[in-house]
């Protein structure tokens, strides 16, 4: 029964905290809010997320096509915008040092992710187009780097290079999985030509003025795009880019953390073959051991009928229990993983589908048919003299 035990309890767990994780991902993209599209480089089918979401570099968005955004007369109901590149990054100050994500961005940060500057101040837009070397860290990061010290006025370097500290951004937390307190703000252009090395964007995030002006939008923004690449085509077929909404972000994270929840569950379920197995070859010894048991059953009248449904009957009812148990104990440990999460802090949800309670069940149960049938058919087949003679 064990094997089947486990199998089952893995089955459940994966598939519980799955559901709580993808739950507690799309809860946090909610909370940015809803006026808001994201674009990424990088053209995506109707089959999956864009290229780049799973890491593959594409450098087709640049600094100009944020700025060209900005245009009333083309995009009226935009807001604000803010261009990202990210990097990673030693920073050291006196004799601390401290390793950190590197956010170079535009000025538009502030209006449109939101946040505020706890000491000193963002940076400028003149600043930003002017290569200046600033920053603006994040509250962990001056923790971690200053203590107790003042950070504003300092001069840090970053992989090496000099910067000044202008400001300290405001606790926030983790928002989508991103901790915006560890993390330092750097000019956009700065990072690109003297930090990263690149000319082109990860993301550029557009902030609209109305959540019902936002499929307008997204059809400006394209064909604004599709101008500057020289893309003629106006069908989308040839885009280099991906333009999406908060529904469009989460109907591609509810695909990819899905098909990761299947993956595992079936990595999983691998067990239940290996515990069928031992189950085939404990009833082959059961088999073995009741030889005289089977004779004198058969002597008084049974059938081969009536040792097959006994055997088989014994099999279901080992993986059947074996289920129920798995069952127990894997929605045991999916609600403490899920009182450890909100312990940490995180909204998690802790949830048991119906559905997976009674796949896990039927699962169990023809486990125990599939591995019974072939013991409980040799046990049919013994002859009834040959077994009663049996030592």
Request: net charge neutral.
């Amino acid at each position: 029964m064990l094997g089947i035990i486990i199998g089952v309890g893995a089955v459940i767990v994966i598939m519980s905290v799955g559901a709580g994780a993808q739950s507690l991902i799309l809860s946090q993209v909610k909370s940015l809010g809803s006026n808001l599209i994201g674009v990424l480089p990088g053209k995506s089918d109707s089959n999956g997320p864009p290229s780049s979401v799973l890491g593959i570099v594409i450098t087709t968005l640049t600094y100009d096509d944020a700025r060209a955004m900005l245009n009333k007369s083309r995009i009226p109901h935009i807001v604000s915008n803010v261009a990202y590149t990210k990097g990673y990054g030693t920073l050291s100050w006196d004799a601390n040092t401290y390793e950190t994500n590197l956010s170079g961005s535009t000025v538009g940060y502030l209006s449109t992710e939101g946040g505020e500057v706890a000491e000193g101040r963002f940076f400028t837009e003149d600043e930003e187009r002017n290569l200046s070397r600033y920053v603006v860290l994040g509250s962990t990061v001056k923790k971690e780097l200053f203590g107790e010290s003042v950070a504003v006025g300092q001069r840090i370097k970053v992989n090496k290079k000099s910067f000044e500290v202008i400001g300290v951004m405001k606790e926030r937390g983790s928002v989508a999985f991103q901790n915006y307190d560890d993390q330092v703000f750097i000019p956009i252009l700065t990072m690109q030509k003297l930090v990263a090395g690149v000319d082109n964007l990860g993301l550029i995030r557009i902030k609209v003025d109305d959540q019902v002006n936002i499929p307008e939008t997204i059809d400006e923004v394209a064909q604004l795009l599709r101008e500057r690449h020289n893309i003629s085509d106006q069908t989308g077929k040839d885009d280099d880019f991906t333009v999406v909404n908060a529904a469009q972000a989460l109907d591609m994270l509810k695909t990819i953390t899905n098909a990761l929840r299947y993956f595992l569950a079936a990595i999983a379920a691998l067990s239940l073959i290996v515990g069928g197995i031992g189950i085939m070859n404990i009833m082959l010894v059961a088999v073995s051991e009741r030889t005289r048991e089977i004779g004198l059953r058969k002597a008084v009248g049974a059938n081969n009928a009536d040792i097959r449904i006994q055997f088989l009957f014994e099999a279901i009812i080992i993986t059947f229990l074996g289920g129920i148990l798995g069952i127990i104990g894997g929605s045991t440990l999916s609600f403490l993983i899920s009182i450890v999460a909100n312990k940490l802090g995180y909204d998690w949800q802790f949830y048991i589908s119906l559905n997976s309670i009674i796949l896990a069940v039927v699962v169990s149960v023809s486990i125990g048919i599939i591995f019974g049938l072939f013991p409980a058919v040799k046990a049919s087949k013994l002859h009834p003299i040959e077994a009663l003679r049996y030592e």
